[in-house]
Nanobody, 116 residues
Framework: QVQLVESGGGLVQTGGSLRLSCVAS????????MGWYRQAPGKPRTLVATISSGRDPNYADSVMGRFTISKDTAKNTVYLEMNRLLPDDTAVYYC??????????WGQGTQVTVSS
C-alpha cells in the first residue's frame, strides 16, 4: 500500500522559512509525478509545485521564486523548501504522487501557519 508521510510544518513568522518533507513507502521511481498541494480554510486545494523526471519543476505563480521542490530518490523523499513566507501561505500542505497507471495518492497533510 502506498504511504506518503509529510513532516516539517509548523508556525513561522512572516519572512521565515520552512522545509517540508514527504517520505514515500518505497522507491519514488514508480511515480511519474510528485508534488505539493495546499488548502487554506474556506479555499479549494490548489497546486503548489510538481516535479517529474526529465522535466523542470512546475510552480504556482504565487510561490514562484520563493518555493523550491526537489527530490532525493535514495531517501524516497520529496522536499518543498519555502522561503520568504507570507500569511497567505498558511494552509495544510499535502504531498501527492501519481503512478504509471495515473492513480493518485495523498499524504495526510502538514499544517503551515505564517503569523503576521
Amino acid at each position: 500500500q502506498v504511504q506518503l508521510v509529510e513532516s516539517g510544518g509548523g508556525l513561522v513568522q512572516t519572512g521565515g522559512s520552512l522545509r517540508l518533507s514527504c517520505v514515500a513507502s518505497g522507491s519514488i521511481f514508480r511515480f511519474i509525478s510528485m508534488g505539493w498541494y495546499r488548502q487554506a480554510p474556506g479555499k479549494p486545494r490548489t497546486l503548489v509545485a510538481t516535479i517529474s523526471s526529465g522535466r523542470d519543476p512546475n510552480y504556482a505563480d504565487s510561490v514562484m521564486g520563493r518555493f523550491t521542490i526537489s527530490k532525493d530518490t535514495a531517501k524516497n523523499t520529496v522536499y518543498l523548501e519555502m522561503n520568504r513566507l507570507l500569511p497567505d501561505d498558511t494552509a495544510v500542505y499535502y504531498c501527492r504522487a501519481r503512478d504509471s497507471d495515473y492513480s493518485t495518492y495523498w499524504g495526510q497533510g502538514t499544517q503551515v501557519t505564517v503569523s503576521s
